[in-house]
């Protein structure tokens, strides 16, 4: 009865060796943070390496962490230093808002608003970057894109980062040994059925494409997964970035094509 539950595939096993991956992944998060302006990039590696045992893909800790590290650096440390400047802008306003006299209680709800939008960006601008190849502007527009659609994956998602600070302050400190990583599993965990709706997999790898209800650009253009067996391999392919202006070029010659047949 009980010798499944003990076996190598067995749920305390995969849980034990969850729980372990995740404190060495911590760990590495925290000593690639170390500089500061490196977080951005340990924090996609992070996601990277979570997402890969969300979705049960094989692999290797800390392979897949600093395959990721340097393949995203450049991106990852212009978004966090994006995002630093952005929140430490904020933070001046509200700081110094009474300066505004009458004006105060009407910018203080705005500067509210931006605080509370550029924190559900960021929750979805690092998973989207250690998985997908875009251009910074487009991360920070599909990111923007999905977090106010997916409401309520977002109200889960700021949900599990109050309840890990609840139970590291409140239960026990030693949950601060899996904060970071923990939370990261969460938000791939719930990201992970959002992602699925953009992606379009075909042989020529996924494409940008557009909601046919709203006709909102979405960008399902794959990053290349690294291979297991080569880092090398894990260069991204940066050809054929297809851009919504293109998207309308074409519908408009298919349209124009469609016109033409009918009339003959």
Same mark, same amino acid.
């Given at each position: 009865?009980?010798?499944?539950?003990?076996?190598?595939?067995?749920?305390?096993?995969?849980?034990?060796?969850?729980?372990?991956?995740?404190?060495?992944?911590?760990?590495?998060?925290?000593?690639?943070?170390?500089?500061?302006?490196? $977080?951005?990039?340990?924090?996609?590696?992070?996601?990277?390496?979570?997402?890969?045992?969300?979705?049960? !893909?094989?692999?290797?800790?800390?392979?897949?962490?600093?395959?990721?590290?340097?393949?995203?650096?450049?991106?990852?440390?212009?978004?966090?230093?994006?995002?630093?400047?952005?929140?430490?802008?904020?933070?001046?306003?509200?700081?110094?808002?009474?300066?505004?006299?009458?004006?105060? @209680?009407?910018?203080?709800?705005?500067?509210?608003?931006?605080?509370?939008?550029?924190?559900?960006?960021?929750?979805?601008?690092?998973?989207?970057?250690?998985?997908?190849?875009?251009?910074?502007? +487009?991360?920070?527009?599909?990111?923007?894109?999905?977090?106010?659609?997916?409401?309520?994956?977002?109200?889960?998602?700021?949900?599990?980062?109050?309840?890990?600070?609840?139970?590291? $302050?409140?239960?026990?400190?030693?949950?601060?040994?899996?904060?970071?990583?923990?939370?990261?599993?969460?938000?791939?965990?719930?990201?992970?059925?959002?992602?699925?709706?953009?992606?379009?997999?075909?042989?020529?790898?996924?494409?940008?494409?557009?909601?046919? !209800?709203?006709?909102? @650009?979405?960008?399902?253009?794959?990053?290349? !997964?690294?291979?297991?067996?080569?880092?090398?391999?894990?260069?991204?392919?940066?050809?054929?970035?297809?851009?919504? +202006?293109?998207?309308?070029?074409?519908?408009?010659?298919?349209?124009?094509? !469609?016109?033409?047949?009918?009339?003959?």
């Amino acid at each position: 009865m009980f010798s499944g539950l003990f076996s190598m595939d067995g749920p305390i096993y995969k849980f034990g060796g969850l729980v372990f991956d995740l404190f060495i992944l911590n760990l590495l998060w925290v000593i690639f943070s170390l500089p500061f302006f490196t $977080i951005g990039a340990s924090t996609t590696a992070l996601f990277y390496a979570v997402g890969k045992r969300v979705r049960e !893909e094989d692999g290797y800790l800390f392979r897949d962490f600093w395959t990721s590290f340097k393949m995203n650096f450049k991106q990852g440390t212009i978004v966090w230093l994006i995002l630093a400047v952005l929140y430490w802008i904020l933070y001046t306003n509200i700081m110094n808002i009474r300066i505004l006299g009458n004006l105060a @209680p009407f910018m203080y709800p705005l500067q509210l608003v931006m605080l509370i939008e550029l924190t559900i960006v960021m929750i979805y601008i690092f998973p989207l970057l250690s998985r997908f190849h875009m251009k910074i502007k +487009d991360l920070f527009k599909t990111a923007f894109f999905m977090a106010n659609r997916h409401f309520i994956t977002t109200i889960l998602c700021i949900a599990a980062f109050a309840g890990m600070v609840f139970l590291t $302050i409140q239960v026990h400190g030693i949950f601060i040994l899996f904060f970071v990583s923990g939370y990261a599993w969460w938000v791939s965990f719930m990201l992970q059925k959002v992602f699925k709706k953009y992606v379009l997999e075909g042989e020529e790898g996924a494409k940008l494409s557009v909601d046919e !209800e709203s006709e909102t @650009p979405v960008w399902k253009k794959y990053k290349r !997964e690294p291979d297991s067996d080569s880092i090398e391999s894990s260069t991204v392919d940066m050809d054929a970035y297809q851009t919504w +202006d293109m998207i309308q070029a074409q519908r408009a010659e298919a349209q124009e094509d !469609e016109e033409s047949n009918s009339t003959n």
